[in-house]
């Protein structure tokens, strides 16, 4: 069974920072690319940012790119978002899923595996 869990979530100011992690239980995580996805009230699921197995590749979205962070540790099983310079239109539920993608992307079908979502609220 594979269970994906995020936190971190918050209330931040506009300019403020936050840092997401996604704790991943089951199997062979480090075999999987993991991804991160967010759903502001009355939108559909963006994507946000996603990486390889290892790492050594990741995807934004071009909302995020110089201001979001994706990063994980298999050591952990974990997967983190770092989001700096945060503006009032990132609030949302942000979601971590995995991959079974060699190289993640917004396709939201190539997902598996989701977790229940962190509240992100930024003010301004």
């Known amino acids: 069974q594979v269970q994906l869990v995020e936190s971190g979530g918050g209330l931040v100011q506009a300019g403020g920072s936050l840092r997401l992690s996604c704790a991943v239980s089951?199997?062979?995580?480090?075999?999987?690319?993991m991804g991160w996805f967010r759903q502001a009230r009355g939108n559909e699921r963006d994507f946000v940012a996603a990486?390889?197995?290892?790492?050594?590749?990741?995807n934004y979205a071009d909302s995020v790119k110089g201001r979001f962070t994706i990063s994980r540790d298999n050591a952990k099983n974990a997967v983190y978002l770092q989001m700096n310079s945060l503006k009032p239109e990132d609030t949302a539920v942000y979601y971590c899923?995995?991959?079974?993608?060699?190289?993640?992307?917004?396709?939201?079908?190539?997902?598996?595996?989701w977790g229940q979502g962190t509240q992100v609220t930024v003010t301004s």
């Open positions: 990486l390889t197995w290892n790492g050594g590749r990741t």
């Open positions: 089951g199997r062979a995580f480090g075999n999987y690319g």
């Open positions: 899923a995995r991959s079974r993608a060699l190289v993640p992307g917004p396709d939201h079908s190539e997902y598996d595996y």
